[in-house]
């Protein structure tokens, strides 16, 4: 059994920041890619950000300059710095991890529950 614990999610004015933890416990192998989406009201979910075991990163346009992925391995964390924040970066916002378990072949997707992220004056 797989979990995805996001935190970090609140209300910000616009220019504000907030940091996003996710935490991944459980039968766990290795860690590969690591991700962060959101999804805003009558929106498709879109991909954010995400980072390589190794820590290549890649970024949306819309958050580039802005946010910053990183990754702990040994604490199986990843965490999202969100800098500069606009009205527009208002949504709930999902970790996403690919994942190999003990005991299973090959890897798997795995989501957190999503945290809140509301920028308003």
């Known amino acids: 059994q797989v979990q995805l614990v996001e935190s970090g999610g609140g209300l910000v004015q616009p220019g504000g920041s907030l940091r996003l933890s996710c935490a991944a416990s459980?039968?766990?192998?290795?860690?590969?890619?690591m991700g962060w989406y959101r999804q805003a009201p009558g929106k498709e979910r879109e991909l954010v950000t995400g980072i390589t075991s190794g820590g290549s990163t890649n970024y949306a346009d819309s958050v580039k300059g802005r946010f910053t992925i990183s990754r702990d391995n040994a604490k199986k964390t990843a965490y999202l710095q969100m800098n500069s924040l606009k009205s527009e970066d208002t949504a709930v916002y999902y970790c996403?991890?690919?994942?190999?378990?003990?005991?299973?072949?090959?890897?798997?997707?795995?989501w957190g529950q999503g945290t809140q992220v509301t920028v308003s004056s």
């Open positions: 996403n991890a690919d994942i190999a378990t003990w005991g299973m072949p090959g890897t798997y997707d795995y």
């Open positions: 459980g039968s766990i192998f290795s860690i590969n890619a």
